[in-house]
């Protein structure tokens, strides 16, 4: 040390006070809404080991408010996308507004979640349940924003395991039980394929950085993998649509949405989805270049192969839970089809992502309104429930007629952007196709409806499925007039998204 010049030591240090001086404040600013959902969620715990279950629902609302608006400079005032935490996570713009939108399906379903509770007199539930969907939403970031694909793992296992426990919150009840061991085995096989994938990608590329990945000449790794390159993508392929519930990696979706809490099914079905297209989209973006046009027309395939399985066995669905549970599957063949539409598409998914959680949530939470015992599930039982209780008929009209795709509301617009962004892509046939399986879908949505509004009452179920809080009753009508309003003027949204995603080189270069 005595030989060393005193300058250059010096200069080192004064270098290494400068890079923490920036990791100090870029790097807090940067991760700060994730590190509040997490810092919220452990409150929320310390709440609950207390026994303090009145203020947990507000606290977890507080929480994740908190983190939104942490998120929304970089949103508000249009910015490029950035790196941060060693280059492993987006964050600002785009990154930026894929965060909010992920905790706004924590958002609105806290309030339908404490309601459900207290009518099920499972209130000191309330303190796992509130800080596992704050844990899942620190995941559910991470996996969406990830540059790393085992930062990509992480987030999907933090998301994961949270949502495994809460499919089987009711701890007495066996089918929430077997829901969350079935999601649990199945989601399991499902993370080691991914797993696999990873390591495969690691073996040929050196590196598990995706835009490392994007640099690195396709015939490069083609030409030394012949082997491993198609399986590698197959298997991270598989591990995306088992989340995502495509066909044919859907078998766990009826049985988990039938034995979850039914307003916890609208969170599950909504955040995790969104990460999950998000992140599949990024990666499928890092890795076309090395697969041309081939893995482009794999997930055209399997999205076509959703909407088809999805539709038809849903009109087959007496019971409501299920038919929403197999109509999520079409649904998610519409995202996949934007996903393969390419940079467009992606954006398509997202905009469709967004009102798909207004619907979803909204719609579980109708549904949990009325949720005495399981024959309320069976919608067959609701005949003439329409006309006797108008404020349920008028909102569940809306929120089948948007999930069918009906203009002028929400979901019309939705897979208008989804198909138009599908034929850019040259997916044609796709579309059209996925526009004929859309009847199917009217068929059994336009189904509840009839039997809610024209067939004849039965009096010995009705009065029991009548009565609706109206402090549930008033988020959902919020819900249904915001589903309305999009799809009636959808322009601010979609523009102020193609100004964010303009600027976001991560999703929109190829």
């Known amino acids: 040390m005595q030989n060393q010049n005193p300058i250059l030591i010096s200069l080192s240090e004064l270098k290494i006070k400068k890079i923490i001086m920036e990791f100090n404040s870029q790097f807090i600013l940067d991760t700060l809404p994730a590190l509040s959902l997490l810092g919220f969620g452990l409150i929320v715990m310390l709440l609950d080991a207390f026994k303090n279950e009145k203020i947990t629902s507000v606290v977890t609302i507080l929480g994740i408010l908190i983190s939104m608006l942490l998120a929304v400079p970089g949103v508000v005032i249009p910015e490029e996308i950035r790196l941060t935490f060693y280059n492993q996570i987006y964050t600002g713009g785009l990154a930026g507004l894929i965060h909010i939108l992920l905790c706004l399906s924590g ?189 482009s027309q794999v997930i055209a395939i399997l999205a076509l192969l959703s909407m088809i399985y999805g539709n038809i066995v849903a009109a087959q669905q007496q019971n409501i839970k299920r038919l929403l549970a197999y109509s999520s599957i079409s649904h998610t063949g519409y995202m996949l089809l934007g996903v393969a539409g390419g940079p467009e598409g992606y954006k398509a998914a997202i905009f469709y992502m967004l009102i798909y959680t207004f619907m979803t949530i909204a719609a579980f939470a109708l549904i949990s309104s009325i949720e005495n015992k399981e024959e309320d599930l069976n919608y067959q039982n609701w005949s003439g429930l329409g006309v006797k209780n108008i404020a349920f008929g008028l909102i569940m009209s809306i929120l089948m007629f948007s999930l069918a795709g009906f203009p002028p509301f929400a979901g019309f617009i939705g897979k208008y952007f989804v198909f138009l962004s599908a034929v850019k892509g040259g997916f044609v046939v796709h579309a059209v196709i996925g526009i004929l399986t859309s009847v199917v879908g009217a068929y059994y949505y336009l189904k509840v409806l009839v039997t809610m509004f024209f067939e004849k009452p039965k009096d010995n179920i009705q009065p029991k499925t009548l009565k609706i809080r109206k402090n549930i009753l008033i988020p959902i009508m919020v819900l249904a007039l915001i589903i309305v309003i999009i799809g009636i003027i959808p322009a601010p949204i979609s523009s102020y998204l193609d100004i964010l995603y303009g600027k976001a080189g991560f999703l929109a270069k190829l």
């Open 107 to 295: 958002l609105l379903s806290v309030p339908f979640i404490t309601d459900y509770l207290q009518k099920n007199n499972q209130t000191h539930l309330q303190g796992e349940i509130f800080s596992l969907i704050l844990f899942s939403s620190v995941g559910m970031n991470l996996l969406a924003t990830a540059n790393d694909l085992m930062m990509t793992f992480i987030g999907l296992e933090i998301m994961s395991v949270s949502l495994y426990i809460l499919a089987g919150s009711f701890k007495k009840d066996l089918r929430s039980n077997e829901a969350s061991l079935k999601y649990f085995l199945l989601g399991a096989f499902a993370s080691a394929f991914l797993l696999l994938g990873i390591s495969m990608v690691y073996g040929m590329t050196g590196t598990t950085m995706l835009d490392r990945i994007t640099t690195i000449d396709p015939n490069l790794i083609k030409d030394k993998f012949p082997v491993l390159f198609y399986p590698a993508i197959a298997l991270i392929a598989i591990g995306f649509l088992f989340k995502l519930s495509a066909f044919p990696f859907h078998v766990w979706t009826p049985d988990v949405y039938t034995g979850a809490p039914t307003p916890l099914v609208g969170f599950m079905a909504t955040g995790s989805k969104m990460a999950s297209v998000i992140a599949f989209g990024f990666i499928l973006n890092s890795l076309l270049p090395q697969s041309g046009d081939k893995l």
